[in-house]
């Protein structure tokens, strides 16, 4: 059977990728530039900025991830872009030019929906992983729970109610003075400190998450309280928001009788969480996977593999396609 060569394009907030991945597995490039050093300053990703940086470097990326790959444009079998969920602008520069680069070439486009591109991070870390799974996505943006049944077909079990996970562990990060990006560095300090703040943690009926009740929290302490202990509270605040995900997860598990469970998104990278599953690998008898470090941030390679899926049923997108900025999973 011939490979298929897919080429990925991500630029959904603030790094700029291009990848190439054959057969949906196997990367052969993955260039990105992140902006991370440009947005420190202003403690976020600022969107316009973000865009303004995609549309300086996209080429350029895109000339970089063939030539690492030592292929050739024509041999490109199709072209996938992230088309949602995401900043709108910065999305636009990607889906325009994937767009502009399939007409150009005569190569097929494939949108692809960024949260199914973190679940197909860990295709390309383990060759052996197939659906069905339970997969928890955990990033800047997004806490989704998601039943992963087949390679596309997706049933959301629950997704957070207000803040990403993410965007939680950046303003508790911010007000406390870590910094941008906050997920490391609250992860890092929390190190150095115990549990030993009582915060108060958001269990829903269902498998929904919310995390605005515990940000809030650790705000209003920090601001009440000047001399507290800040590695104590990022260390409580690590712990409270874990039990969080391991209270859903672990009820997922028992629902359907699964014995794999897939991390993905930038916060999978955080130790104590890691750790954390790692125990409830024991603790449920599941098999627990995690994409290498590069593939939990956002990048084109899971783009490409994401598409590799799409294009072998036959998805295929025209010039009319556009950005979705909240688009949907499962829908």
């Given at each position: 059977?011939?490979?298929?060569?897919?080429?990925?394009?991500?630029?959904?907030?603030?790094?700029?990728?291009?990848?190439?991945?054959?057969?949906?597995?196997?990367?052969?490039s993955?260039?990105?530039?992140?902006?991370?050093?440009?947005?420190?300053?202003?403690?976020?990703?600022?969107?316009?900025?973000?865009?303004?940086?995609?549309?300086?470097?996209?080429?350029?990326i895109?000339?970089?991830?063939?030539?690492?790959?030592?292929?050739t444009?024509?041999?490109?079998?199709?072209?996938?872009?992230?088309?949602?969920?995401?900043?709108?602008?910065?999305?636009?520069?990607?889906?325009?030019?994937?767009?502009?680069?399939?007409?150009v070439?005569?190569?097929?486009?494939?949108?692809?929906?960024?949260?199914?591109?973190?679940?197909?991070?860990?295709?390309?870390?383990?060759?052996?992983?197939?659906?069905p799974?339970i997969?928890?996505?955990?990033?800047?943006?997004h806490?989704?729970?998601?039943?992963v049944?087949?390679?596309?077909?997706?049933?959301?079990?629950g997704?957070?109610?207000?803040?990403?996970?993410?965007?939680?562990?950046?303003?508790?990060?911010?007000?406390?003075?870590?910094?941008?990006?906050?997920?490391?560095?609250?992860?890092?300090?929390?190190?150095?400190?115990?549990?030993?703040?009582?915060?108060?943690?958001?269990?829903?009926?269902?498998?929904?998450?919310?995390?605005?009740g515990?940000?809030?929290?650790?705000?209003?302490?920090?601001?009440?309280?000047s001399?507290?202990?800040?590695?104590?509270l990022?260390?409580?605040?690590?712990?409270?928001?874990?039990?969080?995900?391991?209270?859903?997860v672990?009820?997922?598990?028992d629902?359907?009788?699964?014995?794999?469970?897939?991390?993905?998104?930038?916060?999978?990278?955080n130790?104590?969480?890691?750790?954390?599953?790692?125990?409830?690998?024991?603790?449920k008898?599941?098999?627990?996977?995690?994409?290498?470090?590069?593939?939990?941030?956002?990048?084109?390679?899971?783009?490409?593999?994401?598409g590799?899926?799409?294009?072998?049923?036959?998805?295929?997108?025209?010039?009319?396609?556009?950005?979705?900025?909240?688009?949907?999973i499962?829908?």
């Amino acid at each position: 059977m011939k490979d298929v060569l897919i080429m990925g394009i991500e630029s959904s907030c603030d790094e700029t990728s291009v990848a190439i991945v054959k057969n949906g597995r196997e990367v052969l490039s993955n260039c990105i530039n992140s902006q991370i050093k440009i947005h420190e300053e202003y403690g976020g990703v600022v969107p316009e900025i973000a865009s303004r940086c995609h549309t300086e470097v996209i080429n350029s990326i895109m000339k970089r991830a063939l030539k690492e790959a030592n292929i050739t444009m024509e041999e490109i079998d199709a072209i996938s872009v992230t088309q949602g969920p995401g900043l709108v602008g910065a999305l636009l520069v990607g889906v325009s030019y994937a767009k502009g680069l399939s007409y150009v070439t005569k190569k097929p486009l494939i949108a692809v929906n960024h949260i199914e591109g973190h679940i197909a991070g860990n295709y390309l870390t383990y060759k052996e992983l197939e659906p069905p799974f339970i997969c928890l996505i955990i990033s800047g943006g997004h806490t989704h729970l998601i039943r992963v049944k087949s390679y596309n077909d997706f049933q959301v079990l629950g997704k957070t109610k207000d803040d990403a996970i993410g965007e939680a562990f950046d303003k508790v990060a911010r007000v406390i003075g870590l910094g941008y990006p906050g997920g490391p560095k609250v992860d890092e300090l929390a190190k150095k400190g115990n549990p030993s703040i009582k915060l108060p943690v958001t269990h829903l009926e269902n498998l929904d998450f919310s995390f605005s009740g515990i940000k809030t929290a650790v705000i209003n302490l920090n601001h009440k309280s000047s001399d507290i202990n800040k590695a104590d509270l990022c260390c409580s605040f690590q712990v409270a928001v874990t039990n969080m995900l391991l209270t859903n997860v672990r009820k997922a598990i028992d629902m359907f009788n699964a014995d794999k469970i897939v991390i993905a998104g930038g916060v999978s990278r955080n130790s104590f969480i890691r750790d954390s599953f790692n125990n409830l690998e024991k603790e449920k008898n599941v098999k627990v996977y995690y994409p290498e470090p590069v593939l939990c941030t956002d990048n084109a390679a899971m783009i490409a593999s994401a598409g590799y899926y799409n294009y072998i049923i036959g998805e295929r997108a025209d010039l009319k396609l556009n950005a979705i900025p909240n688009l949907k999973i499962g829908e």
